[in-house]
């Protein structure tokens, strides 16, 4: 479990972008932060790496102080998918994926093994093993980002707008493939968009932040979808119109796929 | 001799004032070289920015344009000089051709790069508000290539001021005639204090085009 | 055998001195190669940690672009001129430094600014992904970012190349040109024949070069888009 005690982040120039936070991130389920953008849901997500530093507060991972332990051995430690997967031009697909076995140390054999178990697993043909990443579309990067992240089987993952760069069709598999993925593996997610569908598609609980980093509601997507806890929250999920459509397309996806719902309750 | 005996040196060199008067002092002398020197790169830019903007407008000829560049860069300057001395005989045109030479290969790359590189966006919006190909040219892509041709301009306008001195070898002065004069008469003094015109005039050149890139580049483009 | 007229019919080019002085050529050519290339070899080793500092503590970059700019706007005689105290003058041994030294530091005027952009080049999420799976500075910017610089390293020792080779033949007017100085003894006897030859032969080295960095680039980056650079 991640947990934030009263997390404060404030800029120098006086500008907080996360304010007095405490949240749980349950162990084995996805947390999805949502928010309009200056809500500090990227922010939050970047403290539990330490690649931003709080100014106040405590974060812990299964009790354990972030701050207590050196960031780049925790950062190995903890997946992380971008929007524009980042990776690496110069190294194949293979290569990018071992990245943080590598790291690690491991065996270099035992790593690229892993890497092309784990591209099967993402639904990549291990033909394109020996491939560069520009030879590859949008879709297929964010596929190996999402290997990559997984390459040394970290319990958590942290994952920023991992899939808003790439088309609706592309972003629908890309989702229903996260969602069997996850059903096998079950991480620690912190999962960031700016969508509301793919919020309430994904999570198994739903962070609504507003503007100035301030935690609006959280709760589960149906809890969220019947009772907005204010203005705020029911605006953002699109007022009576947009929860109406909301509510309709969550019914429509528990029919389509009944093992979701399975999984989620 | 010590670098700080040579700086000595030449600082006494430059301030006697013997140096600062008549057909061989330091005024005339450096009206003689900033003129090679821009007469050159104006007959350079006349080539290469009308060139390099068409070429990077249409997109044909690129590679053509990258090897033209290529070659006319390994060209060595002092060979060309004494060659078109030897054939034809002193005077301006050995200086002139050398160092167009040397100016056209920066001016033209920029320009092409520039102009190409421009977002592909800004001119299918130019197209779409009505431009045609001379319009969409100077109004949106020269204006957006503008820092990297003035680049261009900058590293050829460096090149020219710095090489110009070779104008003292086909006889027509310049501030090479201290460096070459002192050379032969191993009067290290004058080219070392030679040389120290040369690099301020480069300083200059550089300054200049600060200058310049304020005047002429959008405020939306800098940085 | 003669190419075309110039004044008093003397030709512009005599095929025969060329036969009688392969020899003499050859070893012209391999002492030019020699003074234009280790120039790039150092300004490589220098540039390289040198914009890595520069990558690294930011301020320390615009200081270091006003040196390299002021270099480039040196005329090479002068700066030759500057090391003639410190290393001789002549060719061979050790007054060819007087040679090598003032172009190591014009290579750098033009390498050290294309080593920092290169490492500039890097995307800001590739930069972002490294630190977030714990690379640390120093590693990330030896494994991640260098390598991505160098499409943008070989452009700019591609420039430094065929400038230092050209270069080489202005060390002639203080006897060590390379292949420069067929220029001086053309142009002192009123012979087109050698100051011909040695540009021709200049420009292939020049071109040769070219085009070994440019094979070099295709083998050491696979990864990099075609036609891109």
């Not at chain 3, 920092?116 to 910017?141: C, I, K, N």
């Not at chain 3, 060590?176 to 009123?190: I, K, T």
């Not at chain 3, 040769?208 to 650079?229: F, H, M």
Request: proline share 6%; aromatic share 6%.
């Amino acid at each position: 479990m991640i947990q934030f005690d009263g997390v404060t982040k404030r800029y120098v120039d006086g500008t907080v972008a996360v304010d007095d936070l405490t949240l749980q991130i349950p162990t084995g389920q996805i947390t999805v932060l949502v928010g309009p953008s200056g809500c500090g849901k990227t922010t939050t997500l970047r403290m539990i790496n330490r690649l931003i530093e709080p100014t106040s507060g405590t974060i812990t991972i299964d009790g354990e102080d972030v701050r207590a332990q050196d960031p780049a051995r925790l950062r190995r430690g903890i997946g992380y998918v971008i929007q524009h997967a980042g990776l690496f031009p110069h190294r194949t697909i293979v290569d990018n994926i071992a990245t943080v076995p590598y790291l690690l140390g491991w065996d270099k054999k035992k790593a690229r093994t892993t890497a092309l178990e784990l591209m099967e697993r993402v639904g990549l043909d291990t033909k394109m093993a020996r491939r560069y990443p520009y030879q590859l579309s949008g879709g297929q990067q964010q596929r190996v980002g999402v290997a990559r992240a997984l390459a040394a089987d970290p319990p958590v993952m942290l994952m920023d707008e991992p899939f808003s760069a790439v088309d609706p069709i592309v972003r629908k598999s890309l989702q229903d493939e996260f969602i069997r993925l996850q059903s096998e593996l079950r991480k620690t997610i912190a999962f960031v968009t700016h969508d509301i569908d793919e919020a309430v598609k994904l999570g198994h609980t739903v962070a609504v932040f507003k503007v100035g980093g301030v935690l609006a509601q959280h709760s589960t997507p149906d809890e969220l979808l019947a009772a907005p806890a204010d203005d705020f929250v029911r605006e953002f999920l699109g007022g009576e119109k947009g929860l109406k459509r909301l509510r309709f397309n969550r019914d429509l996806d528990r029919q389509d796929e009944p093992g979701v719902e399975a999984a989620e309750r | 001799m010590n670098l700080a005996d040579q700086i000595k040196d030449a600082w006494t060199w430059l301030t006697a004032s013997a140096h600062w008067s008549g057909g061989d002092g330091i005024p005339h002398r450096l009206l003689e070289h900033l003129g090679y020197s821009a007469l050159a790169l104006v007959i350079a830019a006349l080539i290469a920015l009308p060139l390099g903007a068409l070429v990077g407008h249409t997109g044909r000829g690129g590679f053509a344009v990258v090897t033209v560049a290529n070659f006319a860069r390994s060209i060595p300057t002092l060979g060309l000089l004494l060659l078109v001395v030897t054939v034809t005989s002193i005077g301006l045109t050995p200086v002139i051709i050398p160092l167009i030479a040397l100016a056209t290969p920066p001016i033209l790359v920029n320009t092409y790069e520039g102009v190409r590189g421009v977002d592909p966006d800004i001119k299918d919006a130019a197209r779409g508000m009505g431009m045609t190909g001379p319009g969409i040219l100077l109004k949106a892509e020269v204006p957006v290539a503008m820092p990297l041709i003035l680049l261009g301009l900058r590293t050829a306008a460096i090149q020219v001021v710095a090489t110009a001195t070779i104008a003292a070898y086909a006889g027509i002065g310049g501030l090479g005639r201290y460096i070459v004069d002192g050379l032969a008469r191993k009067d290290y003094p004058s080219v070392v204090g030679g040389s120290v015109l040369v690099v301020l005039l480069a300083v200059i050149v550089q300054l200049a085009f600060v200058g310049i890139r304020r005047a002429v580049v959008s405020r939306g483009l800098r940085n | 055998m003669t190419l075309a007229a110039a004044d008093g019919g003397e030709p512009l080019i005599r095929w025969d001195w060329i036969g009688d002085h392969t020899g003499q050529l050859a070893d012209l050519t391999a002492h030019h190669l020699k003074l234009a290339l280790l120039p790039i070899l150092f300004g490589l080793v220098v540039a390289i940690p040198l914009g890595l500092l520069c990558a690294r503590w930011r301020w320390l970059y615009p200081p270091t672009l006003g040196v390299a700019n002021v270099l480039y706007g040196l005329p090479s005689l002068a700066l030759f001129m500057l090391f003639i105290p410190y290393f001789g003058i002549g060719s061979g041994g050790r007054a060819d430094f007087t040679i090598i030294v003032p172009l190591t530091l014009f290579s750098l005027s033009v390498l050290v600014p294309n080593v920092v952009d290169g490492l500039r080049s890097v995307p800001d999420p590739v930069r972002q992904a490294a630190t977030a799976m714990g690379f640390g500075t120093l590693r990330r910017l030896i494994q991640v970012e260098l390598p991505i610089a160098v499409p943008v390293v070989i452009a700019g020792a591609r420039v430094a190349a065929v400038s230092s080779i050209s270069l080489v033949s202005v060390g002639t007017l203080i006897g060590n040109g390379g292949l420069g100085q067929l220029f001086v003894d053309g142009y002192s006897r009123d012979f087109t024949t050698p100051i011909i030859v040695s540009c021709v032969l200049i420009i292939a080295l020049a071109l040769i070069s070219d085009g070994v960095l440019v094979a070099a680039q295709r083998l050491l980056t696979p990864w990099a888009r075609r036609g891109t650079r």
